[in-house]
């Protein structure tokens, strides 16, 4: 009789995935128990502050299907700023079962960064050009959102089945793996939620953190229609500054205008500096991801004690020889009005991330923080070249994504 119990209840561990982690008991009084229970694991659930949890929003994937053998990703085979001819997709092992604290993303929806082409020439890597190609091959794409798929058998606080984010190397795949410290809850696994993550806390953090923003001042934001400018400008604006912004077109100008940009410069039908020099004391801080002359032009209209911050340098990513850095001997000038440029990357800000995310979350569900998601569909592990492409020509408008899996998409927006 036991013996006929204990393999019923291994065969229901093996064919219900939302008992991926538990633990059967077997009592002559119970019977069959998993645990933990519902009461026990309510005791070991982390949960958010009561305004995250009114920020969050319930949601359960239709898990009807098997994980494969097998998934496709797309990896750096070469090292060049082509991203194109550096990369291809390969298929891959799906190795189970996951380690006890490992946690496996259903990818849906990846982003699309502009520093996709300096990973791609290994620019993001310490070393020399021989010591990095030979890590070669390795996993590109910085961001996505998904469905977890399965569990490692120590993890409590996390659901098959249930929306999360992934802001880490090898994100441009049907499937990625990765410790459970990584992944971060979210309400859906929608494209905006995609832009909230590299784009949306990038603006978020540098603000704060570097550019010390308060209210009262004047902030320039380049690039200000792309996927983080579109946060930048809205909230400079949110925390009572006047913003200045520049981009490329009446579409964009018109978009900027609507995300409530005070003075809109569209550097096809204006001359930026003649525009700027309606500032004569100069902006408080710069939110800069352009480089070369954009940057000299943000420099000399810089505020005694201004702030600028390097978000990019997307003008020289994509030159004959990729990014190739510049002298700027004009030390004296920060040195006479007391001025900061400073550099940003969002990687060492890591333990900012969960507090600033929830921030924007709890903006966005409430209305007050518009999210910008360009219309140009990009579909499938094949697409995303496309899309890096079409981000570096300087037409896309808001975020880039990629759907990685359209089919999935397909049965979400059913719900």
């Not at 946690?103 to 520093?115: D, S, T, W």
């Not at 832009?195 to 308060?214: D, N, P, R, Y």
């Not at 360009?374 to 094949?382: A, C, E, I």
Request: charged share 20%.
């Amino acid at each position: 009789m036991h013996l006929c119990i204990i393999f019923l209840g291994a065969f229901e561990l093996i064919t219900d995935e939302s008992r991926a982690g538990s633990c059967l008991w077997i009592t002559n009084r119970r019977g069959l128990e998993y645990w933990p229970t519902p009461a026990e694991e309510a005791k070991y659930t982390v949960r958010s502050s009561s305004s995250s949890r009114n920020d969050m929003i319930s949601f359960q994937a239709p898990l009807g299907f098997q994980l494969p053998h097998n998934f496709k990703k797309l990896v750096v085979h070469t090292l060049s700023f082509h991203f194109r001819d550096s990369t291809h997709i390969i298929s891959a092992p799906l190795k189970l079962p996951l380690e006890s604290d490992q946690v496996l993303l259903k990818v849906i929806y990846a982003g699309v960064n502009a520093g996709d082409v300096n990973f791609s020439a290994g620019r993001y890597f310490q070393g020399t050009k021989e010591e990095i190609s030979s890590l070669l091959p390795f996993d590109a794409g910085f961001e996505a959102v998904g469905i977890i798929a399965a569990i490692g058998d120590s993890i409590r606080n996390l659901k098959v089945g249930t929306p999360a984010a992934l802001m880490s190397f090898g994100c441009y795949a049907e499937f990625v793996k990765v410790p459970s410290k990584h992944i971060l809850p979210i309400p859906r696994p929608d494209p905006e939620i995609v832009a909230l993550l590299t784009s949306g806390l990038t603006a978020s953090v540098a603000l704060e953190k570097v550019g010390q923003m308060k209210s009262g001042q004047v902030v320039l934001v380049t690039a200000a229609a792309g996927g983080t400018g579109q946060f930048a400008v809205q909230l400079a604006k949110l925390a009572g500054n006047k913003v200045v912004a520049t981009c490329g077109g009446k579409e964009k100008a018109r978009l900027l205008k609507e995300l409530g940009v005070d003075r809109v410069i569209d550097y096809k039908a204006e001359d930026v500096k003649t525009a700027l020099k309606e500032f004569p004391k100069g902006v408080d801080i710069v939110y800069e991801s352009v480089g070369g002359n954009m940057f000299d032009l943000c420099l000399d209209a810089l505020a005694i004690r201004g702030r600028l911050i390097v978000i990019g340098l997307i003008s020289q990513y994509k030159g004959k020889n990729g990014w190739t850095p510049l002298n700027y001997p004009r030390l004296e000038k920060l040195l006479s009005k007391s001025q900061n440029v400073s550099g940003f990357v969002l990687v060492q800000y890591g333990h900012l991330w969960k507090e600033h995310l929830l921030r924007l979350f709890h903006l966005y569900s409430s209305g007050k923080l518009k999210v910008v998601i360009d219309q140009k569909r990009f579909s499938g592990l094949h697409s995303v070249a496309d899309a890096v492409e079409y981000l570096h020509s300087g037409k896309s408008t808001g975020k880039v994504a990629v759907c990685i899996d359209p089919s999935f998409e397909h049965q979400m927006a059913k719900l």
